[in-house]
């Protein structure tokens, strides 16, 4: 099996960005058009804990969904994996809601809810109700501020666990499953990037219940964290509920991390030749882009749209229909590739 990685910067991106074709309708006007408007109010509570409430009475629901700035990002070498373990723990119950008890409360008052964890952030989000409001409020609260006081060893030991096993499920028995990971460890030097979210065996097996508290007493504090409210509430009430539940979780005694190490500045191709027992051979071409919330960003999203997305899209139409060189074509976010059948 061969791979073949090439980071590029970004300039390449952008010039198929301005090359793709686009039609405007003859006389429209832009000022025009009507305006998308999403009403919001924005406020920070004492402890730092910022918090956006936007009101929608469409249909008799609301979403919350908590953002902690706590992706694998903010790892360090030797405890990779451990902002996603975390995100399993923090299902495990807290100091006033017993282990099974947060997904039985929410789906006893007809919610949902779940995670995730990527590189910059790890989030929690929950659907309910309107009537079940302060609920969730609850929920998000306690385990904010009194998770560690149901935590124990056992509990670490058995996420440990899940996250071993859903690591050999999704990658290494996988075919292509370290594709990812082999790219991002080529295309990053020292930017915790380099490292998979998901972490390492290793990593994961030398994670410990003071890790678990460290990271918790650092990452999961308020002043590090952004909670939305969305849907059919009434808003006043809702700040009142934040300021019930939140308000009483105190600030970090410690400064969160902000000291990522340096990236180098990329100024040639690099290239890579990985033998892997993959079922066929896989060429991936991998771009170095901006950030999200940069100008650039979305033209770049456009970009990948119109290369990508689809059987009808400029990479599969031309490399799996027009060339026959490859069995699937596709792309994902702002990394594009193909896994090729023949050369």
């Not at 700035?69 to 451990?82: D, L, M, N, Q, V």
């Not at 998979?196 to 994670?207: K, N, V």
């Not at 990329?266 to 100008?295: C, F, I, M, N």
């Given at each position: 099996m061969t791979c073949r990685i090439r980071p590029f910067l970004c300039p390449a991106l952008v010039t198929l960005a301005l090359s793709a074709p686009v039609s405007v309708a003859a006389g429209d006007d832009a000022a025009a058009r009507p305006r998308l408007s999403v009403p919001y109010t924005q406020f920070t509570l004492a402890n730092g804990l910022r918090v956006v409430l936007h009101e929608d009475h469409s249909v008799p629901v609301v979403a919350v969904n908590v953002w902690y700035h706590a992706g694998s990002g903010r790892e360090k070498p030797g405890r990779t994996g451990f902002a996603h373990l975390f995100e399993h723990l923090m299902f495990e119950g807290s100091g006033h809601v017993k282990?099974?008890?947060?997904?039985?409360?929410?789906?006893?008052?007809?919610?949902?809810?779940?995670?995730?964890?990527?590189?910059?952030?790890?989030?929690?989000?929950?659907?309910?109700?309107?009537?079940?409001?302060?609920?969730?409020?609850?929920?998000?609260?306690?385990?904010?501020?009194?998770?560690?006081?149901?935590?124990?060893?056992?509990?670490?030991?058995?996420?440990?666990?899940?996250?071993?096993?859903?690591?050999?499920?999704?990658?290494?028995?996988?075919?292509?499953?370290?594709?990812?990971?082999?790219?991002?460890?080529?295309?990053?030097?020292?930017?915790?990037?380099?490292?998979?979210?998901?972490?390492?065996?290793?990593?994961?097996?030398?994670?410990?219940?003071?890790?678990?508290?460290?990271?918790?007493?650092?990452?999961?504090?308020?002043?590090?964290?952004?909670?939305?409210?969305?849907?059919?509430?009434?808003?006043?009430?809702?700040?009142?509920?934040?300021?019930?539940?939140?308000?009483?979780?105190?600030?970090?005694?410690?400064?969160?991390?902000?000291?990522?190490?340096?990236?180098?500045?990329?100024?040639?191709?690099r290239r890579a030749v990985v033998e892997e027992s993959w079922p066929l051979p896989a060429v991936v071409v991998a771009y170095h882009v901006t950030y999200d919330g940069h100008p650039d960003a979305y033209p770049l999203h456009i970009t990948a749209k119109i290369m990508s997305d689809g059987q009808s899209a400029r990479i599969p139409l031309e490399l799996m229909y027009k060339k026959r060189l490859a069995l699937t074509a596709f792309g994902s976010g702002f990394t594009w590739g193909s896994a090729a059948i023949r050369w």
């Amino acid at each position: 099996m061969t791979c073949r990685i090439r980071p590029f910067l970004c300039p390449a991106l952008v010039t198929l960005a301005l090359s793709a074709p686009v039609s405007v309708a003859a006389g429209d006007d832009a000022a025009a058009r009507p305006r998308l408007s999403v009403p919001y109010t924005q406020f920070t509570l004492a402890n730092g804990l910022r918090v956006v409430l936007h009101e929608d009475h469409s249909v008799p629901v609301v979403a919350v969904n908590v953002w902690y700035h706590a992706g694998s990002g903010r790892e360090k070498p030797g405890r990779t994996g451990f902002a996603h373990l975390f995100e399993h723990l923090m299902f495990e119950g807290s100091g006033h809601v017993k282990e099974g008890d947060f997904d039985n409360l929410l789906e006893g008052a007809g919610g949902d809810n779940n995670g995730s964890t990527n590189t910059d952030r790890t989030n929690y989000y929950l659907n309910v109700p309107s009537s079940a409001l302060e609920l969730a409020l609850f929920l998000e609260s306690d385990r904010m501020g009194y998770l560690l006081d149901a935590m124990s060893p056992g509990k670490v030991d058995g996420q440990r666990d899940v996250v071993k096993n859903e690591r050999r499920q999704g990658v290494e028995n996988q075919p292509y499953g370290r594709l990812s990971e082999i790219i991002y460890d080529h295309a990053f030097t020292n930017h915790p990037y380099k490292h998979p979210t998901i972490g390492t065996m290793a990593d994961l097996e030398a994670a410990s219940i003071s890790d678990v508290r460290d990271f918790h007493s650092i990452y999961y504090v308020p002043e590090n964290a952004t909670i939305t409210v969305v849907g059919d509430f009434d808003s006043l009430q809702a700040l009142q509920m934040m300021t019930q539940y939140f308000a009483r979780v105190p600030k970090g005694t410690k400064p969160v991390p902000r000291d990522i190490p340096k990236e180098p500045q990329q100024t040639k191709e690099r290239r890579a030749v990985v033998e892997e027992s993959w079922p066929l051979p896989a060429v991936v071409v991998a771009y170095h882009v901006t950030y999200d919330g940069h100008p650039d960003a979305y033209p770049l999203h456009i970009t990948a749209k119109i290369m990508s997305d689809g059987q009808s899209a400029r990479i599969p139409l031309e490399l799996m229909y027009k060339k026959r060189l490859a069995l699937t074509a596709f792309g994902s976010g702002f990394t594009w590739g193909s896994a090729a059948i023949r050369w």
